[in-house]
């Protein structure tokens, strides 16, 4: 791994290796639980992750190996509706996140180590793959801390485990260790902690051989319905960024720029 040039982070590591950008959420004291700064580095590093086109894949994960990330950091949750920066201004920025995490136009993995709670439990269910350790263990808290995501964490969680399974989750705050998650669907494979980098590296790797277009259209395609006209636009973007690259999309750029009518008659309509 290669820390990346340019960038200097409090609370995450950044680093690259052959097309994969890796984010480290770096607060072990806390078991890596978020605070505003956090997210807001993550959503910087993962622009530089999308702006770089030697990446084709991105994994999240958490410093050392107890925890991925727990959530909040509730030693800094305000009274004025978010968790307090240090200038005293209170965000949810943690939304912020979710939403760039699946518009991000490459797969991103997270890698889990330990607990994955709250907050933290949804940040990975809004990641793309989920490889987990044995040692992992899952679970939300909101209703016994004073807290709830009823977005991506109650309407995702429910697509991804079932309705039932969902409710049970949050209704009663209960821990679920790796491979009673596994059973659930809410990862993709568990495997020993030793092992973890390697079987992560290895899933991007995988897919850092297929078609990048493919895969960046597919994601958008799996989160469509569930994103609603937001997760069209995102579909359809892809759309018109590929119709961009047409010599019938051209032709209409064209046309404009020379001041003449367009001459669409030479693009067929395909059946
Ligand atoms: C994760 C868990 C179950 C681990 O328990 P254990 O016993 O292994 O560790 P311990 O001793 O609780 O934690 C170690 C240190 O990390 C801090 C603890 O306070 C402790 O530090 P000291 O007090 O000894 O100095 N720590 C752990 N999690 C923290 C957190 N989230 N914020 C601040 N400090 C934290 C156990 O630690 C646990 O249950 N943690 C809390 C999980 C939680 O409730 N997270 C917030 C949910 S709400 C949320 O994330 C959220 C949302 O619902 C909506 C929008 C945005 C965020």
Redesign the pocket.
């Known amino acids: 791994w290669r820390p990346v040039p340019g960038t200097e982070f409090s609370d995450i590591l950044f680093d690259t290796f052959e097309g994969i950008a890796r984010i480290t959420i770096n607060r072990p004291?806390?078991?890596n639980?978020?605070r505003p700064e956090t997210l807001e580095e993550i959503m910087v590093a993962l622009q530089k992750a999308r702006l770089d086109p030697e990446v084709g894949a991105v994994i999240l994960c958490g410093a050392g190996t107890?925890?991925f990330c727990?959530?909040?950091?509730?030693?800094i949750r305000g009274e004025d509706g978010g968790?307090k920066d240090t200038t005293g201004v209170n965000h949810?920025n943690?939304?912020d996140l979710q939403r760039m995490i699946r518009t991000l136009p490459m797969p991103v993995v997270a890698m889990v180590a330990g607990?994955a709670?709250?907050?933290?439990n949804?940040l990975h269910l809004v990641c793309d793959l989920t490889i987990a350790a044995d040692n992992a263990?899952f679970?939300?808290?909101?209703p016994?801390?004073g807290?709830?995501?009823g977005g991506f964490?109650a309407g995702l969680m429910a697509r991804t485990v079932g309705l039932k399974k969902a409710k049970e989750i949050w209704f009663l705050c209960r821990?679920y260790d790796a491979k009673e998650a596994l059973e659930m669907g809410l990862v993709n494979t568990v495997v020993p902690l030793a092992e973890l980098e390697l079987e992560t590296v290895a899933w991007c790797r995988e897919m850092l051989v297929l078609s990048p277009t493919a895969l960046r259209v597919l994601k958008a395609g799996f989160n469509a319905d569930t994103d609603g006209l937001s997760g069209i636009q995102e579909l359809a973007g892809n759309a018109t960024a590929l119709y961009y690259m047409t010599a019938e999309g051209q032709e209409g750029r064209n046309a404009f720029n020379e001041k003449r009518k367009p001459d669409f008659a030479r693009y067929p309509r395909r059946p």
Do not use: N
């Not at 709670?117 to 933290?120: E, K, V």
């Not at 679970?139 to 909101?142: K, P």
């Open positions: 004291h806390v078991h639980a978020f107890e925890a727990s959530g909040g950091d509730q030693k968790y949810l943690a939304l607990w709670i709250g907050g933290g949804v263990r679970g939300q808290t909101g016994r801390v807290s709830f995501d964490g821990q």
